[in-house]
Every structure is written in C-alpha cells, then in structure tokens.
C-alpha cells in the first residue's frame, strides 16, 4: 500500500502567528496587549515599593529619635538631641524637608522614565498628585491607564495633553547621531565633522548631556518631546545643561537641567573636561539658571520653612534623607493640609501614621529589619546624600523602548516581594498557591486620611527580567 508523503501542512494546521490574516492580526494584538500590560506591572511595582520603603524608613528614623534604633558609641550632642527633638516635632505637625525642590524634580524624571510610554513627568505630576490624594488601593499606572482614574481629565493638564507628550527617549544607535567631540578645542559632529552652532534656528535653546563614560551628546530642546532625558534613554549623567556655540567654540554654559537638577560640582567637572581637551574657558560665559529655565516646566512646590540648621546635621540625619513634601497632620482632609496641630480625638495621645499614596498599605513595611535597612543605606555609602541623578544611579538602564524600571535589586527583600505580590507579579516558585485572578489585595482605608508624601527619586534597575 503506498503511502502518500505527509508535508508539513497536514501535520499541523499553520500557526496563527506566522499565518497571514485575521488569526495572526489577533495574535500580534494580543502579544502586544500582554507585552504592555507586563511592562505597566513592573513600572507599578516600582512604584509601590519606593512607598513600602519610603514607609519603613519613616518608622525606622522615628524609632531611631526616640529609642535609639540604630547603634551609636558615641556620647550623643547638644545638636543631635534638638535634632532628634525636631525631628519628632515634624512627624506630629507639618514636617518640612530640606531639598524638596530637588526631590521632586528627580521623582518627576523617575516617574517619568518608568512609565511604559514616557509620558512628560511634568503632566504625569499632575495626576499622580490626584493620585496620592485618593483611596483607590490602586497603584498609579493601574489606576491612571485602566483603573478608577482613566476618566479623569485635569484642567491644568487635559487627558490629551498627557496622551500626546511623550518623551522621546533614544537607543544606542539613535544616540549616535547626538554626539559630539572635542577637536583643537572645538566642538565637532563626530559623524559629520561638521562645527556645532547654536545660532540656528533662531531661538533655539540647545541642551547637553554627558554620559559616566565622558561622551558629549546636545540638541535641540523640544518641550514634551525631546529633553536632557532622551539622550541617555533616562541614564545615569555627570553633567546635564545648556549651552551656546559659534562655530564650534562654545560661547556660554548654563548648569540647567529640569530633570537631572545638576549641582555647581557637575558644572564644575564638565568645565574641567572642557578644559583638558582643549578649549579655551577664558571666553566662556558662566551663566546662573534664570527663573524662566526653571519656570518652563512650573510644577507647584509647596514652600519650604525648615528651621533646622545643615551645620548641627548629625550622622544619622546625614544617613537617613528626608521626605520630600510636608507630612499632614493627622486630622487633616483634602481639604485640610494639616496647618493646625493634631488633635487626641479620644484615642491617646496623638502618634505619626504614614500611608501609602492612593490608599495602598502594608502594615508588614514597618516590619523590615534594621539590618536590611541599614544594608541598602551603607551600600550607597556617600552617595546616598546626593539628590544628582547622575549620583543615584549605580547601575545600567535598559536602552530603546520599554520602561526603565526603577527599584528593585537593591531594595530589602520584604518589600520587594510585597510589591510584587502588590500588582501580582509573584516570583515564581516562592507561593505556593498560586491566584492569578488576583490583581490587588483589597484596599485597606485608615481612619484618617493621610496624603502621602512625594517619594524621591531611589537608586535604579531592577532585578525582573526586562520585556522585550
């Protein structure tokens, strides 16, 4: 009996993914869908867990002023006992941080570079303050792209507004094109030679990056599209700002930068680096960022009335950085910012309780161990004193699309797993029981609603594994 040769079509039917027409559309569709709802999973992650530590280092600097929490030989000063005073004062009422301008500016750039599609973090701002505002148990990007804030449209930021600025964040061969050299004291195209002038278009503002490896990337500085942050794809930077140049010879330097707030030191290193290639300072004008740099791009900050003295800082207050915005007082509402001190209403005396933003808790992220803690604060050594991105960042961001997940490696275990377990990404092999029908646990109201402060921009990359 002769039988008739099978070929690969009357094995199997052709895969839906290879096959041409509606089969393989719907599939294409359905592997972005998951691709991106991955990704929004891992920037929500980010999210939580900078508030999960944000809310166990609150407990551990409150347990530190009043019992000692971390060790310390030494004999304890005059300054550090009214710093410990201070501090206890600023939990019960209004505590007002030093830096919170800087903060926030570096937790727009990191909300920003998380996000799954680089919405401008100037209007991210705005809703994630509406955000942080509501009891939705939700965490942000879940809540603003499909949750109970889909809806919602700002007037000082409309929903469209939002949808169409999106940073353009470049990959390494994108990048390419944005170098520059510095040639017999020059500026150069690496790829074209050709000289860098600034004059043209007119009223343009040129803006510049410098990368860890001491590579000059500049271009033109476009609003909601492209700015410090799209050269180095939200990467780690020793020097960020503006500047002018004639043909080539750099005519003025502005230590300028929204995102990467640089510090008179990086302006400082960059000039150095100018130096040792060759161009003459001598000429080069040093401009002070003006109120219009910064005002560009207003985001309201609240204004500061920190009292304390930086002189009398103790070690402790060196090593634990503060919150960035001022914490309510207890009783406060919406509509009350906590002006007035907290009132006993009959439960006690009144106690500091800190909640996570959008009503997300975890009564278990005061129970991180003071070794973890103070593992992840001596890892960064001196660098966790410094609000520069550039000195935050210590290890390589992804590059091209996708997010830039912000947080996990060097995070405590605990609230790692809580955060992950928060927007359900469990590791595998670590439940045993499995529920993926479980998006989030259910949302845990305090008694009293408590806006939680603005967390600072944390040390990046994570662990997970980066979507494609």
């Known amino acids: 009996m002769e039988v008739e040769a099978a070929g690969p079509d009357k094995l199997a039917p052709p895969s839906p993914v290879e096959g041409p027409g509606e089969n393989g559309a719907a599939t294409k569709v359905q592997k972005v869908y998951r691709s991106y709802r991955t990704r929004r999973k891992l920037a929500d992650s980010a999210v939580v867990v900078e508030e999960l530590w944000w809310q166990a280092l609150d407990y551990a600097r409150l347990e530190h002023s009043t019992v000692s929490f971390f060790d310390e030989p030494k004999p304890e000063t005059a300054a550090s006992r009214w710093n410990r005073v201070s501090l206890n004062a600023s939990k019960v009422g209004q505590g007002l941080s030093r830096d919170g301008k800087a903060l926030k500016l570096a937790f727009q750039h990191w909300i920003e570079a998380i996000d799954p599609r680089h919405r401008y973090g100037h209007n991210l701002h705005f809703y994630y303050d509406e955000w942080c505002k509501s009891q939705a148990g939700q965490p942000f990007f879940y809540w603003l792209d499909i949750g109970e804030g889909k809806d919602l449209d700002l007037p000082e930021c409309p929903r469209a507004l939002l949808k169409q600025q999106c940073i353009r964040y470049l990959g390494p061969q994108e990048r390419e094109h944005y170098e520059y050299i510095i040639s017999e004291g020059k500026v150069i195209h690496k790829q074209s030679g050709e000289p860098l002038d600034t004059r043209r278009p007119k009223g343009t503002k040129w803006i510049f990056v410098m990368s860890t490896a001491k590579k000059l990337y500049a271009g033109k500085k476009q609003r909601g599209v492209f700015q410090h942050s799209s050269f180095l794809a939200g990467g780690a930077t020793i020097a960020a700002g503006r500047f002018t140049a004639e043909s080539g010879v750099i005519k003025s330097i502005w230590a300028y930068s929204g995102h990467y707030k640089p510090s008179a030191e990086n302006l400082h290193n960059f000039m150095n680096f100018l130096e040792e290639n060759g161009v003459d300072l001598k000429e080069v004008e040093v401009r002070s960022s003006t109120k ?44 009350d910012e906590g002006d007035s001190p907290p009132e006993d209403e009959g439960r006690g005396r009144a106690r500091y309780q800190r909640t996570l933003s959008g009503g997300l808790q975890s009564p278990r992220a005061t129970q991180v161990p003071q070794r973890a803690i103070l593992e992840r604060m001596k890892s960064k050594g001196e660098l966790s004193k410094s609000y520069q991105l550039g000195h935050r960042l210590s290890l390589k961001w992804s590059t091209g699309a996708g997010p830039r997940i912000g947080c996990v490696k060097d995070y405590p275990m605990e609230l790692r797993m809580q955060a992950l377990e928060m927007v359900d990404l469990s590791p595998r092999g670590l439940s045993s029981t499995p529920s993926p029908s479980r998006r989030l646990p259910p949302p845990c109201f305090s008694p009293t609603k408590v806006a939680s402060p603005t967390s600072p921009l944390a040390p990046v990359q994570a662990s997970l594994p980066q979507p494609s």
């Open 292 to 335: 219009e740099d910064y005002n560009e791009d207003p985001v309201p900050v609240p204004v500061l009335n920190d009292t304390r003295s930086s002189t009398s800082a103790t070690m402790e207050e060196a090593d634990l950085p503060q919150a960035a915005v001022p914490v309510p007082a207890l009783n406060s509402t919406e509509g």
